[in-house]
């Protein structure tokens, strides 16, 4: 038996630089929220290019802090998509929302933006859409529709670090982002998220509400809680994480990049196979390589039978019962849910693996 590419694999730092520092924090007397997370914190800002950006323990916390601060109350509308991780929607029917499926793009599984337009009442208070394995949205039309309707939108980026929207990090784009740090995403701080959002008001209220609307930059006695928050913070421990990752993020990024580039050209005309289609002025980054084939099936067993793991990794999420009362027709995420497939693409995958990847492929199934 040949060994296992895997899809997914977690990037962790070399032991000689992570376990001291690990240790350093573990036994320094201060493991909650401090000064390692705001170090952290502003390394990502940097980074991203944006400085109202909140460290929190989940991606699922920066979710539902960006949909309390878009202002979503109970019995409201969320626009959202069914081709995703279930926390972009289970966020939703923790506010006591409703979650409004928009029809997906059938070239790449994307938000259809001319799906979301048709959808919006005076009770949609928000459209999420998700940066799905990488790949980034119709930010053009998306912005255009958030604009004309006067209606924010978050982007879930959970898939999508260092992707980017006209040239600049995901991330600056919209009033409300989210990234996640969970164990299987391309920069892990084992758990963890960020909020980034575009100004200072949010960004103060977001601050309180990770902390259960505790100002943290006053003492105790000094705090009157005005809106309830939640436990929300990052830890020391994930921000030390956090902060040798990102001395780590572009070479690790770059190894995503250029092996869905590689697949971008090498997969092209093969018969069986549809390559998706990226959106206008952006750049994925590629988390898992998505495409369409035929008898899927057999393409999974084939690859598996060299070693190679390949899946459709996703449960739409308009199928579970909780969204039951969301219930609606989706023919292009019917269609495409019955042929996408991820490949391995990550920092793991060498060029001896790629190639030989490509050649099972070619070699047919
Ligand atoms: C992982 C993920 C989340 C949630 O992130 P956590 O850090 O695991 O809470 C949200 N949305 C998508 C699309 C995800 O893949």
């Known amino acids: 038996m040949k060994t296992l590419i895997p899809l997914i694999k977690p990037y962790i730092p070399p032991k000689n630089i992570l376990m001291p520092a690990i240790e350093e924090i573990l036994y320094s007397g201060y493991i909650a929220e401090g000064k390692e997370v705001y170090e952290f914190e502003d390394m990502f800002k940097a980074y991203i290019g944006n400085k109202y950006c909140l460290a929190v323990h989940s991606g699922t916390d920066a979710l539902h802090l960006a949909l309390k601060l878009a202002g979503v109350k109970p019995d409201d509308e969320v626009i959202s998509t069914p081709l995703t991780a279930e926390p972009t929607n289970t966020t939703i029917a923790m ?65 999508a670090m260092g992707a980017k929207y006209k040239g600049k990090y995901i991330g600056t784009n919209s009033p409300y982002t989210i990234f996640s740090l969970q164990a299987i995403k391309q920069m892990t701080t084992i758990d963890g998220g960020f909020l980034c959002v575009k100004n200072e008001e949010d960004y103060t209220n977001g601050r309180l509400m990770r902390w259960f609307g505790l100002d943290k930059t006053k003492s105790r006695l000094d705090n009157d809680i005005k809106t309830v928050g939640y436990k929300y913070a990052m830890n020391n421990v994930n921000a030390t994480v956090g902060k040798i990752q990102m001395h780590f ?20 005309g093969i018969k069986g196979i549809e390559l998706v289609k990226y959106s206008d002025d952006t750049e994925p980054s590629y988390w898992l ?26 449960h739409r999420n308009d199928t579970h019962s909780i969204f039951a009362d969301s ?11 019955n042929s ?10 060498n060029e001896t693996d790629r190639k030989f990847i490509v050649d099972c492929i070619k070699s047919g199934w």
């Open 327 to 337: 219930k609606r027709l989706l023919p292009n995420m019917d269609k495409f849910y």
């Open 249 to 268: 993020l572009d070479k690790v990024l770059d190894k995503y990049i250029s092996n869905g580039k590689y697949y971008d050209k090498e997969l092209c």
């Open 289 to 314: 390589y998505t495409m369409k084939v035929e008898r899927r099936d057999s393409f999974i067993k084939m690859l598996e039978s060299n070693g190679v793991i390949a899946s459709p990794l996703h």
């Open 95 to 159: 506010m006591g929302a409703k979650v409004i499926w928009a029809d997906i793009d059938i070239n790449n599984g994307l938000i259809d933006p001319d799906s979301v337009v048709k959808l919006i009442t005076s009770k949609t208070k928000a459209i999420v859409v998700v940066h799905y394995a990488g790949m980034v949205c119709d930010m053009n039309r998306l912005n255009k529709i958030s604009k004309d309707y006067n209606i924010p939108i978050i982007e879930d980026s959970a898939h």
């Open 340 to 349: 996408f497939v991820h490949i391995p693409c990550g920092w793991w995958v």
